[in-house]
């Protein structure tokens, strides 16, 4: 996996990221998920899990 940080906007003289992770198609598709589907995260003990969002 790979988190790619990109420039988002400049407002005033503040810079605004977002951040993108790259997930390997072989775990998408074991997960099930699909293109354009929202997700949820939350951080416990220090890691990021992600959850689709039903």
Known sequence: MR????HGRKYNETDYYKY?????NKLIEKLGWKG???L?????NN???IE???
């Open 3 to 6: 988190l790619i940080k990109q």
């Open 20 to 24: 993108i992770v790259v997930i390997p």
């Open 36 to 38: 354009g589907e929202d």
């Open 40 to 44: 949820e995260g939350e951080v416990k």
């Open 47 to 49: 890691k990021l899990i």
């Open 52 to 54: 689709r969002d039903d």
